[in-house]
Antibody, heavy 122, light 108 residues
């Protein structure tokens, strides 16, 4: 079955960077865009950006421009999300999710990864 | 971005009771709406897409309806395993998709 498995929880100091992986399986890696979303404690879900695994092209939400980089490794069917300049406001659970319709930049998300908790604390 | 207003923020209902959750968009989004279920400590699970299409494998007691700005998710006969947080998502625009604030469903 289609699965997205994310890397484990991270604890970072303010100013540091975090790199989260999202390993996909069960489908053709290049067929579907991958979206990254985060959820801060007690807050709603927030879109961060998406990546086209086929060409590697990524588009980022304005809020994260300059701090986020999304990449992919076609040899392992894995996408990565790096966030730099961390502050306590970046403490959240980060999710990757496959956009359902193939080759579409918009659509429902299915499935989601299990989430990666990032805690930013001095 | 389009604002998605979801209500109620929480509810408590008896097993077997019908539960209705609503989601309102700040502008028309046609039927570009999905519903998800999130159980504690897990990633969200897709229930409904295109406002009313049931995802494969999801129990038929879940249904969705609506178009334009007003949408509903109905659970026809709440079950104990349905305890979770439910939220809506609009995907009208690729770069401005947004989510509702969530509805926490508990058993009375």
């Amino acid at each position: 079955q289609v699965q997205l498995v994310q890397s484990g929880a991270e604890v970072k100091k303010p100013g540091a960077s975090v790199n989260i992986s999202c390993k996909t399986s069960g489908y053709t890696f290049t067929s579907n865009y991958i979206q990254w979303v985060r959820q801060a404690p007690g807050q709603g879900l927030e879109r961060m950006g998406l990546i086209n695994p086929s060409g590697g092209y990524a588009t980022y939400a304005q809020k994260f421009q300059g701090r986020v980089t999304m990449t992919r490794d076609m040899s392992t069917s894995t996408v990565y999300m790096e966030l730099t300049g961390l502050t306590s406001e970046d403490t959240a659970v980060y999710y990757c999710a496959r956009i359902g319709p193939p080759a579409r930049t918009r659509g429902w998300f299915d499935p989601w990864g299990q989430g990666t908790l990032v805690v930013v604390s001095s | 971005d389009i604002q998605m207003t979801q209500s109620p923020s929480s509810l408590s209902a008896s097993v077997g009771e019908r539960v209705i959750i609503t989601c309102r968009a700040s502008q028309g989004i046609s039927n570009y709406l999905a519903w998800y279920q999130q159980q504690p400590g897990k990633g969200p699970k897709l229930l409904i897409y295109d406002a009313a299409t049931l995802q494969s494998g999801v129990p038929s007691r879940f249904s969705g309806s609506g178009s334009g700005t007003d949408f509903t998710l109905t659970i026809s006969g709440l079950q104990p395993e349905d305890v979770a947080t439910y939220f809506c998502q609009n995907y009208n625009t690729a770069l401005a998709l947004s989510f509702g604030g969530g509805t926490k469903v508990e058993i009375k």
